[in-house]
C-alpha cells in the first residue's frame, strides 16, 4: 500500500506508532520499525541524556527510518528539539501544542515534520509552517486529546490541507486503516494496539489492564485541568472523574494527585495511584503479540477490505 506517507518516510507500510509519554521507548520503536511502519521514542519529560541512549540504542536495533515524539508542554522541548537535529532522527512527531518555532532547523535538518493536531485550525497553521503532513487525532486516543471525533476530524483536515494526512484516534485493525483511508487520510497512527505488543516494556498489569478492558472500560478525566486526558477506567481513574464532576478535588489537587502518575503506572503497573492512558479502542484488543505479527496483520486486512 504505497502513499504519499510511505513515500515521505521510507517506510513499507503507511503505518506510525504513537508517541506514547513513558511507554515509547527503543525497543518498542525499534520492532515497528523493523516491522515495516515507523517506530518512535516518546520525548515525554525525560532527561535528555537518557534520550540520547535510546535514540542510539534504537539505531543498534534497526537499519529502517524510526522516530523521535516531543510533548510540547515538556520543559525539555527545546533541547530535544535539538538533540534531533544532533542524532540526524528521521522523523518528529509533536503533541501538546504548537511546534512552529521548531519546524524551520528541523527541516533545514532534513528531519521529516509531522505535528499531532486535534483541529483544522492548527492542522492548516501546521501546513502553513511548513510541516511535510500532520496526524488529525480524535479524541478517541489514549493520553491528551482534544475534542472532536476521528471520523469528523479527518475528512475535514483532508479537505482543508494539501499535504498528508495521518488518522489517529480508535485504530487498532484493518477494519480501522481501511475506514481511515476511506476518509482521506494517507497513513495511520496507531497507539493502544501497540500497549499490548511483546516488545513493549510497560508493566504486566498494564498489558492485562489493555486486553481485559471492555467497550465502556475508558474515561477522561481533567478536562477541567485544561488537559483532559483518556484513562483506562481504574478506581484511581474513577476517583479522578468523580473529584472533577463533583467538586470535591480541586484543579490544582487533581495536579498534585496525578503528578508522576504516568511513570506510576507503566513502571509500576500501581493501580492505586498510576494512570493508565489507553485509547477508546482497547475492548477490540484480546491478546499479546509482537509488533510484526500485529502490522502484518492490520495490513493484511486492511488490503483485502481495499481491495474489496
Ligand atoms: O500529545 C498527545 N498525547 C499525549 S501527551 C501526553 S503527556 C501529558 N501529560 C500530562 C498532561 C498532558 C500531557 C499524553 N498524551 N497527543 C497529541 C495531541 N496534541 N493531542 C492534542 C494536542 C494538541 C493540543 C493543543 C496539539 C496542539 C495544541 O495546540 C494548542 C496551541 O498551542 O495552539
Redesign the pocket.
Known sequence: MKTRITELLGCQYPIIQ?????VAEHTLAAAVSNAGGIGLIAG??APIDYLREQIRLCKEKTDKPFGV?I????PNAEDLAQLCIDEKVAVVT?????PGKFIPAWKEAGIKVI?????VA?AK?MERAGADAV?A?GTE??????ENTTMCLVPQVVDALEIPVIAAGGIADGRGVAASFMLGAEGVQIGTRFLASEECQIHPTFKELVVKAKDTDSVVT?RYTG?P?RNIKTKFAKMLANGEKDGSLTPEQFEEV?LGS?RKAVQDGNLEEGSF?CGAIAGMINDIKPCEAIVKEIMEQAERLIKN
Open positions: 504513537g508517541g506514547m509519554a513513558w515525554g519529560s515524539n510533548m510540547l508542554m515538556s509533536t503533541g501538546a501544542g504548537n505535528p499531532v493536531i486535534p483541529s492548527l497553521r496526524v487525532e486516543s489514549g493520553g491528551h486529546i482534544g481533567g488537559h486526558c496525578t504516568l492512558l
